[in-house]
Structures are given as C-alpha cells and as structure tokens.
C-alpha cells in the first residue's frame, strides 16, 4: 500500500481508489487569455470528453452573457453521459440564468477566505454562511447537483472554511471544495485543509499551478479523501493554469494503479484542445508534448531499441501515441542503421560510420535531421544514383484584398505539368495547386506541418518541416527560405518525391 506521506494520519493509501474527474476546460480553461471558444468548437471538445469517459464536464459560466448560455445549451443538448454543470457565483440570478441552460448541476462558488469576503464581495463571514446555505437549498429544490466552493480556499482561516462548508453540506450540498484559486497552496498546507473537509462529505481537487505544483497538490487532496479532481486539457487556464487532467490521470494511473479515464485518448485531447483553443503545446509538455516519448541521443536510443522501457516510465500507447527516434547531433550507430532500415536500406559497417558523421556534422548546426537528409547521405556514401519523379519548377502565389490563389509548375516522371488552386492563405493555394497537379497520385496524407523562424525579423529565413505518408511509409522533409508558401511547397513537393520514390505504379497514370 501506497500513501503519499507515508502513513501520515489525515492520509489513506491510494491503490484501489475511485477518483473522478470535472474537466474544466471549457470554462476555466477558456478563461485563460486569449482564448475564445465558439459553440460548436465546444461542443466537440465535449464530445471527445465524453468518449474519454470524464464524468464531469462544466461547459462554461451561464451569468457571463447570452452567447455564452448558448453555448453551454449546445453542450446539454448533447446527450453526454457525462454530467454537465455551470459555473454559478453566490447569487440566485446565477443559479437561475444555468437553469435555463437545461444543466444537470452548477460548481456554486462562495467567498471563503477574508480577502473575498470583505474586500471582494463587501460581506460578513455571517452573511456568507447564511446566503450559502440559502442558495444550497434554492438550488436542490431546482433538482440541480450542486458543488460548493469556498473561493479562495487554501488561503482562507481553516477553522472558518470549515464552518461554511459544513454548513452548505447540512444544506444538502453534493460536495465541496476548496480551491487553491491562485495556486499559493504547498502540499502540507493542502492536507492540512482536505484532513478537515473531507470529515463533512464528498470533497473535490481545484488546483492551479502557479507554484508547479498543481498536479502534487491534486494528489495530496485525493490522499486525504478527495475523490473528484477538477483540471483541464493541455493544463490551460488563468495565469499559470488549471492542473492538467491528462497529468493527474497518468500520475494516480502509473504510479497508484488508479484508473480514471480512458487514458488511450489523452493524446487526441491534448491535440484537439491545442488546435481549437490556438495554445500550443511546449515540446516538454508531460504526456502530450512533442518530445514526451521521442528519442534523439545515441545512449537513450540504443538502450530504447534493445528494451522499449528504457528510456520511458510507461508505455506511449497507453496514452494514445507512438515512439519516436530522431536523429541530430547526438545520434550512434544503432539509432541511424534503425532509421536506415526503417526506409529498407541496409548499409555495411563502414558506409554507416560515414552515415553517422554528416548525421552528426549536420545536427551540430543544430538541425533536426529529418528522413530526406538520411537518405541522401545514405545515398551519397553509397554512391547510388537516384532520379527524382516530382520537382517544383515554379511556384506563384497572390494573396491581399481577394482570394489566395497560387499556380504550380511541377516535373512529374520527366512530363510537365501546371495547375493553379485557391485556400485560405498561401500557403493553402499553393498545396492545392501541387494536389491538383499531381492529381489522385498525391493521394498521400499531410501529418504534419511545423514552421520555425531562423531569425527574429520581417526578412527571416523561415524552416518548414513536415511529415507526411503515403500507404504504411511516411517521411519527414524539411525545406527553408525566406518565402513560406516556397518552403512549403518545396516541402511537400519532396516528401511526395521520396514517397513515390520506389512506387511502381507511374505517377500520372491514374487521373
Ligand atoms: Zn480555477
């Protein structure tokens, strides 16, 4: 058995445990600056909730404005299994306006600590006891679950948080909380509260992370008898943020052998969240970052192919996403022969050597050494000769006041070819237009597509990198200049080349 501060008193083990989550993304998460989600980007962040089996979803605050109720009735008409909620401040307007939205419960937030009763709100400790339990009962007469929170927490007098939250659970509270609202709580101090909450009933985890510890704070709470954890996806939110959900759900999973979730789909939340909210996601990112389970250095790759678990605390499947091995400047034999064979090609022990060196020559300039620049190197030290099949002759592209067009001039199998298109931007023209080109042969998949600036200015040299697959190969191929809609096209165009490159079928046949 496994508890977090040993056999500490106010602690009970974790194994076994049932915890639930309330994924807050859509409302604290949305609070984050800069982020505004529209009716339908909710509703499938919703969804996807959903089918991860998160219990909870708080859709949004209904007292924020009509646009938003909008939005939080889209989420109820959904038909979830998931319980859906509102935010409600400690008026009755609030509990009425989340009614309206047909929610299944509200997440009532009351002030807790002095500083929100005096000199937020302009009340009494009194006063807030009994509006608290006015609203309580107002609330579970309207047929709603209702959660208390005692804003502010983790900073409010412990022996008044007590008293107010005792007081809304004999008013028929489901549960309460006590939020660490500015992330100013350290674990002991977090015990030190739950210890006495969960003494009243069913308590809930609202961490923010301003200190880093969030997800430890999470956990304290759940130690001391918390069985639902607020958080968000990707851990966005008000200034430092929300824990992330995906972390305290790896975290209770590999570490305590406690299931939540269903964890396979953390990684296509983190994504759906990163691309719809425009919050990317820092390469380190735990869990969902880009690196979280990719290896570069010769040392980790080598002891990576000969045991998957290494180099890695659980399995990336587990969390919905595949190993990756890069090659840069810290890359070895093991690592480059592994990628060589990846693209069928088998290299004796003095070819790889050489291979290794402008591996390595290259990652020194600090570049990522994508599939193109390996198999050119294998191709250089090994003398062979390769004739490409598709090559951009010329690119045009207008974009201003009208709609961006772009025109292409591409070589396909030795036979020209032109073809113009239109997007959003243009870079988007300009890949429609090498579509159209190529016709059903670019019937390959675009899997990603990542811009790096070189330098900070207005004439930067920008690096476009991008990954793409065709049937069961892929390729990663980078291209770089001053003009983006040319690195990209230049890109695309050859990942396409490398990807038909040992297709038997001829390009153009088929259109
Ligand atoms: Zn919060």
Request: hydrophobic letters at 40%.
């Amino acid at each position: 058995m496994r508890t977090l501060f040993g056999d500490h008193p106010a602690t009970a083990p974790l194994d076994g445990r049932d915890v639930q989550f309330l994924d807050t993304t859509l409302r604290d998460g949305e609070q984050a600056p800069g982020i505004s989600l529209t009716p339908d980007e909710k509703a499938e962040i919703a969804l996807a909730l959903d089918e991860a089996d998160v219990e909870f979803v708080e859709a949004g605050s209904a007292c924020t404005g009509p646009g938003e109720r909008e939005t939080i009735a889209r989420v109820t008409d959904l038909g979830l299994d998931a319980r859906v909620t509102s935010f409600a401040r400690g008026v009755e307007n609030d509990v009425d306006l989340a009614l309206d939205c047909g929610v299944d419960g509200i997440n009532l937030v009351v002030p807790a600590s002095d500083r929100h009763v005096e000199d937020k709100v302009d009340s009494t400790r009194e006063a807030v006891v009994a509006e608290t339990v006015e609203l309580v009962e107002y609330a579970k007469e309207h047929g709603l679950w209702v959660e208390v929170l005692g804003e502010d927490g983790s900073r409010a007098d412990l022996e008044f948080l007590t008293e107010l939250m005792g007081a809304a659970v004999d008013a028929g509270a489901d549960r309460i909380c006590a939020p660490d609202t500015v992330g100013h709580a350290t674990p002991d101090r977090m015990l030190e509260i739950y210890a006495e909450l969960s003494d009243l009933g069913p308590t809930s985890m609202h961490t923010h992370d301003d200190l880093g510890l969030a997800v430890m704070n999470a956990l304290v709470g759940v130690a001391a008898g918390a069985d639902l954890v607020h958080g968000t996806i990707n851990g966005i939110g008000e200034r430092a943020g929300n824990v992330a959900l995906e972390e305290v759900a790896i975290a209770l999973d590999h570490g305590y052998g406690v299931e939540t979730l269903d964890t396979e789909m953390l990684y296509d939340l983190g994504q759906l969240v990163a691309s719809k909210t425009g919050v990317p996601l820092a390469p380190n990112k735990a869990v969902v970052g880009e690196n979280a389970f990719t290896h570069e250095s010769g040392i980790h790759t080598d002891g990576t192919l000969k045991d998957d678990a290494m180099y890695e605390p659980y399995p990336p499947e587990k969390v919905g996403r595949t190993r990756r091995l890069v090659l840069g400047k810290h890359a070895g034999r093991a690592g480059v022969r592994a990628a060589l064979a990846e693209h069928d090609i088998e290299v004796d022990a003095d070819d790889l050597g050489d291979v290794v060196e402008r591996v390595k020559r290259l990652g020194d300039r600090g570049k990522r050494v994508t599939d193109a620049d390996l198999l050119t190197f294998a191709e250089e030290v090994q003398g062979r000769e390769r004739e490409r099949r598709v090559e951009l002759l010329d690119l045009t592209a207008a974009s201003g006041s009208g709609t961006p067009t772009a025109s292409v001039r591409l070589q396909v199998d030795g036979e020209e070819r032109v073809a113009s298109g239109t997007g959003s931007g243009p870079v988007d023209a300009a890949i429609a237009a090498v579509k159209s080109a190529l016709g059903s042969a670019s019937n390959a998949q675009l899997d990603s597509y990542h811009v790096d600036a070189i330098t900070g200015g207005t004439d930067a040299v920008v690096t476009v990198e991008v990954e793409m697959s065709r049937g069961d190969r892929s390729v990663t191929v980078a291209a770089s200049d001053s003009d983006i809609t040319t690195a990209s096209v230049r890109a695309m165009v050859d990942s396409l080349d490398r990807l038909l490159a040992d297709a038997d079928t001829p390009v153009l046949a088929d259109d």
